[in-house]
């Protein structure tokens, strides 16, 4: 969908001309305030500014010249992830569309409320920035090379175990973002009321309070590519905890004068969605995004659509040095045929399994069950042989190692 048009700078300049003139348009003109004037152009050009950023920041830490050509730009890396150069730039698009009815909003709102948007919008962006950076477009070569002559590729190496800096920074920013959305929810626009007094004289308290509690109960503990159902339990203990020091704090100092305690259960509802919501960004990008199978890769048949083929399945599209392309499930359940796995489906092996290996162009078969009974796994054999299949078994064996 995108094409060359007058050159790149040539482009952003009629994109640019054409979004502000339609609301130049909105606004008859006028603007009612210099954070309008400031925040309509940048949000306009929010995308080219954010991929520029992003490239610089990064081939600045590899030790590269910033205006060194590459394909290491936002639309490479997503391609790098799986995705066709097509659904990479409709993406795009949609960020840039994102930011374009941000830019109409933000003529319309109050400042503060505009903030709040523009500050979620760019977390969003952000935390995909983050899993971006992870994608690798560079060589071995060039990470050595960058190792040893770029000071600040190895000061981010050297601090990465210390991540927990940054959720620290992120969960600053969302207890703020939850805190003043849960006043706009319930009081509207009330930058000119004396909420605005209370809500500032409250929220330094809040945000020391609440990361105290996401530490003592554990919040900062986990990886946020593995979390799971008990680290939603664990948000909430540290929700929970956090709001009611809040609440116990603020009855102590301030006698919970003009305080509304509908505040701070709406508080605590949306900082949960939030917390549980960037923690689970990466699973959710990784999910979305198409899985990038090898594309010379042996196709796979799975024998045994259980637990242990499901976990096969996933040591097979994490590591892709064992260059095998999976196609499909086969298990002997035939309530399990038709169902799908992470997007495979499962078929039935009774008397099919020749078939399916032909439909399929299947490689190999994987037995990922130890349940087979030896008559089936006879007529695996068999079969295999008569299709010319390869057959293997993937098993975690767990065996005692010698001291010496």
């Not at 540290?238 to 305690?261: C, D, H, P, T, W």
């Not at 054999?381 to 299949?389: D, I, K, L, Q």
């Amino acid at each position: 969908p995108a094409s060359i048009f007058m050159g790149d700078c040539g482009s952003m300049f009629v994109g640019f001309l054409l979004a502000s003139s339609v609301l130049l348009g909105q606004t008859g003109g006028r603007s009612r305030g210099v954070f309008s004037i400031l925040a309509v152009p940048v949000l306009i050009l929010f995308v080219p500014i954010f991929d520029t950023t992003f490239v610089t920041i990064l081939r600045k830490m590899w030790g590269r010249k910033a205006s060194q050509g590459g394909q290491d730009h936002t639309s490479h890396r997503l391609v790098a992830l799986g995705l066709s150069e097509r659904s990479a730039v409709l993406m795009i698009y949609a960020f840039a569309v994102c930011a374009g009815v941000l830019s109409l909003l933000v003529s319309r709102l109050q400042p503060t409320q505009s903030m709040a948007l523009i500050l979620f919008f760019t977390i969003v962006l952000a935390i995909i920035g983050v899993y971006l950076s992870k994608v690798k477009v560079y060589g071995e070569r060039d990470e050595e090379l960058a190792s040893q002559n770029s000071a600040v590729f190895a000061f981010i190496v050297n601090i990465s175990y210390k991540r927990r800096i940054f959720e620290v920074f992120l969960d600053t920013f969302l207890i703020t973002l939850s805190y003043f959305t849960a006043y706009v929810l319930l009081f509207g626009s009330f930058e000119n009321s004396g909420n605005w007094e209370l809500f500032l004289k409250s929220l330094p308290l809040l945000i020391v309070l609440k990361l105290f509690a996401f530490l003592a109960a554990g919040v900062y503990r986990g990886l946020w590519r593995y979390t799971s159902v008990g680290d939603f339990i664990t948000f909430s203990k540290g929700i929970i905890l956090g709001s009611v020091l809040s609440v116990v704090a603020i009855l102590l100092l301030y006698r919970f004068e003009n305080f509304s305690r509908a505040v701070f259960v709406l508080d605590g509802i949306i900082l949960l969605f939030t917390v549980v919501g960037s923690r689970l960004a990466f699973r959710l990008i990784r999910e979305l995004l198409p899985v990038s199978s090898p594309v010379d890769g042996r196709r796979v048949l799975i024998y045994g659509a259980g637990d242990g083929g499901e976990l096969v399945l996933r040591e097979l599209r994490n590591n892709s040095e064992w260059n095998y392309q999976p196609v499909g499930f086969i298990d002997d359940d035939p309530l399990k045929k038709g169902k799908v796995i992470n997007g495979l489906r499962v078929f039935d092996s009774n008397g099919s399994l020749q078939d399916i290996c032909r439909d399929k162009n299947v490689d190999e078969i994987l037995i990922s069950s130890g349940k087979i009974s030896p008559q089936t796994l006879q007529n695996i054999r068999e079969t295999c042989r008569a299709s010319n299949v390869g057959l293997k078994r993937a098993q975690l064996k767990i065996e005692p190692l010698d001291f010496e």
